[in-house]
C-alpha cells in the first residue's frame, strides 16, 4: 500500500511563526515567509495529511488533523500515531524546506515502501531532519524522548529508532529554513513559480 504524507506545519501567525527571522524581517514578513514555504511543500507532496498547530485549513484535497503534545518530539509522536492506519507506512515532512521537489518526495516514498529499511530519516545541514518515514507509525513513540532544535537531533533520532532494532535508511539533505541566511540560500535551491522565492523577493 503507498505510504501516506504528514505535513507537520504551524499556522503562520505573525510573531508566533519564523521569530528567528526577525529582523531583518518584520513579523507580518516572516509568517508571509513561512505560509509560502507551506504551500511549496504542500505543492510538492500533492495530497496528504496537514498536522497543524493552530487554525490552518486543510488545502483542498488534503486532510487536516490537529498537534497535540507539549514538547516537539510529542507533537511529532502523536501526528504519526494519531494519522496511523494499518498496514500504511507514513512519511512525515515539515513546512521548512521549501526547496523539496515532487520527485524528491516520490523517491523517499518508493524507498519507504520498497527498500529494506523499516524507516527513513532525511538530515537537516543544520543537525535535526527535515524528513523521517516509519514503516509501522507505533516506532514513534520513542521520539517523545529525542530532544528536538537541537544540533543532534538527527543523531539522536537515528539512535532511538535503531534502539527498537529498526533498520534506517538515509534520504538525502536539505538545508532548513531557520535563518535569513538559511531562507537567502535556500530561496536559489526553489524552482521559478516558487512561492517561496517570491515572499523573500517582496519582503527584501
Known sequence: MTPQVLVLAKTPVPGRVKTRLCPPYTPEQAAAIAAAALA????????????????HPAPRGWTRTVQRGDSLGERIAHAFLDTARPGTATLLIGMDTPQVTPALVRAALDRLASGPHDAVLGPAEDGGWWALGLRDAAHAAVLRDVPMSTATTGADTRAALASR???VGDLPALRDVDTAADAYAVAGLCPPGSRFREALRVAA
Open 40 to 55: 511549496d511543500t504542500v505543492d510538492a507532496v500533492g495530497t496528504g495529511i496537514l498536522v497543524i498547530e493552530g487554525d
Open 165 to 167: 532494532g529498526l533498520r
